[in-house]
């Protein structure tokens, strides 16, 4: 199964990062976040135990980063279960392939965002032209060729459950790509959202570099289908999540996260939605 993987034909080094890259905060007992250049990955399982999930993968490149971070938290030689996708965008699948190769673990994504880890579709090409900062500019450079994980990716069950994460449930939260998925554990309410929004404006170079902390839609420029995006927010703001673990910013939790939750919904077509761009016909208004 290996030798079919390979990554995209513009796959590459990306030099961006942030204040907050190699810094890592443990929300709870069993859910670590780290920020690997501009993009959180997250581990969740009790470092005491075996028993852990690697989400996303990473900027491309990271691997050796990676993996320092898992065995720093779970111990020499340790490896996840698996990886759970929240989407296949590149700087959450970055570091995958290598991953795949030195963990000899399973991956599980959302059956509609298979075909772009299998190299048969390609996502929509990045929109430069959305404002709202350099890094919007810059993500015309960014790779956008599918990867292909070959016979290595599995598609998550119908039925809601999440492999090796017994009380976690995925949720379908599309509009960033088509089977981007979001975590949610009922018991105490705590969110995996993936890019599905963010923390930070991620278009905006001087955000992402401080890392300044402000609740936003999925990135700008790697948005296709905003009516969607917005359906998504809705259907995790009523959730009512005691805390947040977003793919890029800080984590956000209590009342601070549900206020902002809140005003996102109410307010996503000024908040999230570009005022103009090649994915913008007309401004959706709820």
């Not at 009512?240 to 996503?268: D, Q, R």
Request: charge should be negative; aromatic fraction near 8%; charged fraction near 20%.
């Amino acid at each position: 199964m290996e030798n079919e993987m390979s990554y995209g034909k513009d796959y590459k080094y990306v030099p961006s990062t942030s204040v907050a890259s190699g810094n890592g905060i443990e929300l709870l007992p069993d859910i670590y976040t780290h920020t690997i250049q501009i993009v959180n990955i997250c581990l969740v399982g009790d470092p005491k135990t075996e028993d852990f999930v690697l989400i996303d993968a990473g900027m491309p490149l990271s691997a050796d980063k990676i993996i320092s971070v898992v065995e720093k938290r779970f111990g020499p030689n340790s490896r996840p279960k698996a990886i759970i996708l929240t989407h296949g965008h590149f700087d959450h699948v970055g570091a995958i392939i290598e991953l795949i190769e030195h963990w000899k673990i399973p991956v599980y994504a959302h059956e509609l965002e298979i075909p772009y880890l299998t190299g048969e579709m390609k996502y929509p090409e990045p929109d430069p032209s959305v404002e709202g900062g350099l890094i919007a500019k810059m993500s015309a450079l960014f790779p956008n060729e599918p990867i292909n994980l070959g016979g290595q990716v599995e598609k998550l069950p119908e039925n809601g459950e999440v492999p090796f994460m017994a009380d976690f449930k995925w949720l379908h939260t599309p509009g960033h790509t088509p089977g981007h998925v979001s975590l949610f554990r009922e018991s105490d309410r705590s969110l995996i959202v993936g890019d599905a929004f963010v923390t930070v404006k991620q278009e905006s170079l001087y955000s992402v570099l401080t890392q300044e902390q402000e609740i936003s839609g999925p990135p700008r420029y790697l948005t296709p289908d905003w009516e969607t995006s917005w359906e998504s927010v809705k259907l995790l703001e009523e959730l009512h999540p005691s805390i947040a673990v977003t793919g890029h910013g800080l984590p956000m939790s209590g009342e601070e996260l549900s206020n902002n939750l809140k005003n996102l919904v109410a307010n996503f077509d000024q908040i999230a939605i570009p005022d103009h761009g090649k994915y913008i016909s007309e401004k959706p208004k709820h």
